[in-house]
């Protein structure tokens, strides 16, 4: 019976080419959308599994609560791991300490002669942190292999990049940041893509103890490189810590800061997904955004399979008497359901064939767009073929079931006597389909107006100072570099084209940020933190800072006078700006004074508010040197500060970035965004007007005769056209009425997450409205006007 129905479904197939092309394309392009769509999600939610014990492993975090709101950070300060794993021995079995750093790391071959120099990140790590979670170890175990003080393991890919042969690290030695040596104790198997912890080289914690010794007893500073892990006992709920940690934070953080701060708790399972807090690999993939493209790929599949219904059910006229002699001959209706069910997945599997060829072409560009390893490969990952069987099952179900019972319900009697009209079996409900269908197609079109035009802002907004053509070289504060920055300042200062050079921690606008308490003119501690920036005395004009009162400070090595901004002044309640020059401000134990105010500029993103800021000069904490430039000479100056610098540091490391690189990477989701946008409501505008060639090509086979009678009566080819135009185009302007309220909540939602944007103008509905309309009337008028031409008397001759 399955070899009959198959021999059935692929001779109507064939024989209505137009139909299956129509079909298979419109399904095909559906598909891959969803199979992409799919393989992205599937990879975003492993990240972070299969460690043994994961519903018990959790991150220790630190909040502050401020009259300006709550802020949160992964860091905790250094002596919280060692009071947490005293003071919770009854709930919890582990507590492991983690640190980030960098730096350089070198390797002599047996000579002594230097043979690998390379900037790497390192972890410092307790013992107890490996026995949280579960990495493979190849050599060594994490009990021994990081209990002693100048010991490391290396991840496989590492100690092969290092080593040539991973298996003959072990025993051998790294010099770091041409400081320390550490011996290789222990070789972990090489970190996967899809982890929060790519863990290259690894430190025992009681190297960074014995070097930052003093720090470990300090509880009011916290960094965010500094993490910690633990784990619950069996049987010990997160909620009975939660409810014992405000007693713990009340215990040893300061009181009188003027704000709360206490430690939170984050489990191991939300870690790749909170971009609040980040992790180590700077990899952050909210939930809402996964969300969000699961719905795009329901709404390209839902799309495809109202062409499908359309299509099938203006094509059930002229199958009709099939249906009735099938009738006739002794078939049952449920039999004929299954003929046409088999029909359609028939259509769903060639589909699907053409799917995967266009999802292996695509998936390049996905990679590119989303820089992940993603992959398209049913061996590794069963659950991607579970998935197209899924699919392929839903897709035959939605768009097959509803023309199969329209079909298999003709009367025969009427069928045969060819009495079955286009109305029969729902044109109605096409039109609800088709108004559904368009409706979606403007939402994304709205959607990627105000997204590009969000996106346009961003890039256009002033920021308060100048980005553009000024590069950040970093540099080592260590004493004997520190001896070398006025030789390497004056050498780059020198070279054509560099316009102005200024030593810093950051540029204005960083990630990399220190938030600290202050004494204003002698008072209590103020209410709020300050973002400080420490930079030499060229930073003002390097950076294009605009001075609203007094000046930028003398040239100095050490705190002595200050520049804070008009948001730092306006939350202590000064008015006049003149007022606070001359005014103290105590901060890390020294006093400065106020000497001038800048203009508020952005110092983080456009999602966050201006900072109160004040810059003052450390030298010995300095991290960058900012090169401003001739923007047309920067590929000749760029190799030339390179050579400078290993010149002034040869056992050093070179690495510089640009600003305004660093900048537009603040918007890398809002950029991925705006492309998968622009990318499938392209593909959903193309399903929709394929389908609507489809449609309007059987209405219009179907009112054949009727047009012809129209023409022999005296109707024009201009009114025939508008004859058959006029209902799609009611229809296609009903889905903007529809659109545009539903549109207005989503993208009105999405605005709020920034506060600097774009006013939501009626301009992108309107505008969406006129491309909907446009290509309707281009696609329908094509269609229309060829059947409208048609010879009359072929048409009426039949009878």
Known sequence: MLKLNLKIAWRNLWKNKGYTFINVLGLSIGMASCILIFIFIRYQMSFDEGFKNEDRIYRLTTNWTTADGFEESQGVPQPAPAALRNDFKNQIEKVGAIRQDG?????????????????????????????????????????????????????????TKLFGDWNKALGKTINFQNRENFTITGILQEMPDNTSFPLGIVVSYQ???????????????????????????????????????PKFSEKYFHKDLGFKEENGIQAL??????????????????????YGLAIIGAFLLLTACINFINLATAQAVSRSKEVGVRKV?????????????????????????????LTEIA????????????????????????????????????????????????????????KITANTGGLSLRKVLVVVQFSITVILIIGTLVVLKQMNYMRE?????????????????????????????DRISKIPGVLTTSFCRNPPSSNNNNESNFRYNGTEKAKFQANTKLADENYFKTFGLTFVAGKGFAKSDTLRELVVNETLLKKLNVVDFNDALGKKITIWGKTGTIVGVVKDFNNLSLHEPISPIMITSIKENYQNLAVKMDSKQILSIMPQVEKIWNDTYPENFYKASFVDDDISKYYETERVMGVLFKVFAGVIIFISFIGLFGLISFVATQRTKEVAIRKVLGASTLELVKMLNGSFLLMVFIANLVAWPLAYLFVSKWLSTFTYRIDLSIWPFVLAMIISMLITLITVSFRSFKAARANTIDALKYE
């Not at 790749?272 to 990899?283: C, I, Q, R, T, V």
């Not at 209706?333 to 699907?352: M, N």
């Not at 907004?461 to 300042?489: E, T, W």
């Open 269 to 290: 399972s939300d870690i790749h997904y909170n971009e609040n807090l980040g992790n180590f690999a700077n990899k952050t993939m909210p939930k809402k955004q996964l």
């Open 207 to 245: 190297t960074f103890k014995n070097y930052n010794g003093p720090n470990f007893k300090e509880w009011g500073s916290t960094s965010s490189n500094d993490e910690c892990y633990f784990m619950l006992k069996k049987g010990v709920s997160i909620e009975e810590v939660g409810s014992i940690l």
């Open 103 to 159: 730096g350089i790391i070198k390797v002599k071959d047996e000579a002594g002669k230097e043979k690998i120099k390379s900037l790497e990140d390192i972890f410092y790590a307790e013992p107890e942190f490996f026995q949280i979670m579960s990495f493979e170890w190849l050599q060594g175990n994490p009990v021994q292999s990081l209990s002693q003080p100048n010991t490391a393991v290396l991840s496989k890919d590492m100690a």
């Open 329 to 357: 001959m002794g078939s049952l209706r449920k039999q004929l359901v299954v003929q046409f069910l088999t029909e359609t997945l028939t259509i769903s599997v060639f589909a699907l064939i053409v799917a995967c060829i």
């Open 363 to 418: 998936l390049p560009g996905m990679k590119n767009l989303f820089h992940d390893d993603i992959s398209f490969s049913i061996i590794s990952h069963p659950s991607i073929l579970v998935f197209m069987v899924g699919l392929v099952l839903v897709v035959s179900f939605l768009a097959g079931f509803y023309p199969a019972m329209v079909m298999s319900g003709f009367s025969p009697a009427l069928a045969i006597k060819n």
């Open 461 to 489: 907004k002033p920021l308060g100072f100048n980005p553009s053509a000024i590069a950040m070289v970093s540099v080592r504060n260590d004493s004997l570099s520190v001896m070398k920055y006025q030789i390497l300042q």
